[in-house]
């Protein structure tokens, strides 16, 4: 029986293409790669023949297990406000004020009036009050966020109202009632699954009852012997009670999409104009912007949740907030916008232009392009479809998908039938070169 003779770590380590190696990565990580790359060839892989081979392969091998973990990646999904692939891309002009104010410093907590410290709560206020109507504005890092500090700051200690028919589950398996329940409110479930009257609300109203929340159940839909009780209802009977109404709305719509067929959703300008005491709504879905929860309503009682400690814990950076000034600039034009706003330019590009993108790519990679039906996303308009179409890959679809998948610049797609489709309408037109380099690569 003959044995395999493995070089040492240490002599390998020693060896000057080696010791290379370890300028442009640490001692540490080329020795793990050395172990690594000697215990898969003790199961039948290969070893570099000589000491410049190993450096090369330590080198490769460093390069492919450092890559960070997150990446960018091509949604052909057709899913344009896809949560799991980090929901709206940003505008320019949101990518340009985030590398202003990050490139040195900034007026994050500065007052350049009084040359003293100011608050960063001032900033993206001004502008969402003049976009909504709202007295007053709070941003802070989700719409999660947002409901957990209001429920903080008026109900700790106290019960909150709310229809059984809204304790819905979010996403990652976050539920409305446990996000409540860390909240410190205890939650008084009013009405049935299916049916809520107002006088469920009246009934259950007790001395210690703190407020009403209204949630939006924006990721599906009851049908049927169904009835709910809306804001306007919702407003006389929490002022009776001399408690808020917190409206959980959810997708943050800024303007109304239904020329596109998108309908059934409030803008958030509408549900200011309803009177709750508070709009709980997200930045980074409908909106179009990054990731934020966006608190509007009265001064007053913005002014308490602004003190209240967990806003400094729930606060959101200088990134966030000219990312998000930005995306709101633009809606200060409607037209702008539209075709300015990735997430809206998506929505909102009629199915032929989709078609004729889908027809170019498929020229080059030798797909077929078919007809298909994209949706929103991020828990938005959830049963609407918009008329898309695919670039569609015969072969095995599995191995396809995998490859694509496996890129330096991953593409996401779906299986049907069989076959993998690239939906075009959520791929961002200046990708569509990208797109055909990299399905080149693992397909022609």
Not at 199 to 212: G, K, L
Request: with cysteine.
């Amino acid at each position: 029986m003959s044995f395999v003779r493995f070089p040492k770590v240490s002599t390998i380590l020693e060896s000057s293409p080696v010791q290379k190696c370890i300028t442009n990565w640490t001692h540490t990580m080329v020795r793990d790669a050395i172990r690594e790359i000697i215990s898969v060839a003790r199961t039948g892989g290969d070893l570099p023949v000589d000491y410049e081979s190993w450096a090369v392969v330590i080198d490769g091998y460093l390069t492919e297990h450092t890559k960070p973990s997150l990446r960018p990646v091509i949604n052909a999904t057709g899913v344009i406000l896809h949560t799991n692939l980090g929901r709206a891309p940003l505008a320019q002009a949101a990518l340009d004020a985030i590398n202003m104010v990050s490139s040195g410093g900034s007026t994050l907590e500065y007052d350049l009036e009084t040359g003293k410290r100011g608050s960063r709560h001032v900033h993206a206020s001004a502008i969402l009050t003049e976009l909504t109507g709202a007295e007053d504005a709070l941003v802070v890092n989700n719409c999660a966020a947002g409901l957990v500090l209001a429920l903080q700051t008026l109900c700790a200690g106290k019960e909150t109202l709310v229809s059984r028919g809204e304790l819905v589950e979010i996403g990652g398996s976050f539920r409305v009632p446990e996000i409540m329940a860390a909240s410190g409110t205890k939650l008084v479930e009013v009405g049935t699954t299916n049916r809520t009257h107002p006088d469920d609300y009246r009934n259950a109203i007790t001395p210690n009852t703190a407020a009403i929340v209204k949630v939006h159940r924006s990721n599906f839909t009851m049908d049927g012997f169904v009835s709910e009780v809306d804001i306007p209802t919702l407003v006389p009977i929490a002022e009776e009670a001399g408690i808020p109404l917190i409206h959980d709305f959810g997708s943050g719509l800024m303007m109304d999409l239904s020329t596109w067929g998108l309908t059934g959703e409030l803008t958030a300008q509408d549900a200011v104009r309803q009177n709750p005491t508070l709009v709980i709504m997200s930045g980074d879905k409908l909106l179009g912007g990054p990731q934020a929860g966006i608190i509007l309503g009265k001064k007053d009682v913005i002014a308490k949740l602004k003190k209240h400690p967990m806003a400094r814990a729930l606060r959101v950076d200088k990134l966030t907030f000219s990312a998000l000034e930005a995306t709101l600039a633009l809606y200060r034009n409607t037209n702008k916008a539209l075709l300015q706003i990735p997430a809206l330019l998506m929505l909102t590009t009629d199915a032929e232009t989709i078609r004729f993108r889908a027809e170019t790519i498929a020229e080059h990679v030798g797909g077929k392009v078919e007809r298909s039906e994209a949706t929103v996303g991020g828990g938005a308009f959830p049963t609407s479809k918009i008329p898309s179409w695919s670039v569609v890959l015969s072969g095995d679809a599995m191995d396809i998908e995998q490859r694509l998948r496996g890129l330096h610049i991953p593409v996401i797609t779906r299986i049907i039938d069989n076959k993998v489709w690239l939906d075009i309408r959520s791929v961002l037109p200046k990708d569509d070169g990208l797109l055909i380099t990299l399905i080149r690569k693992i397909y022609l």
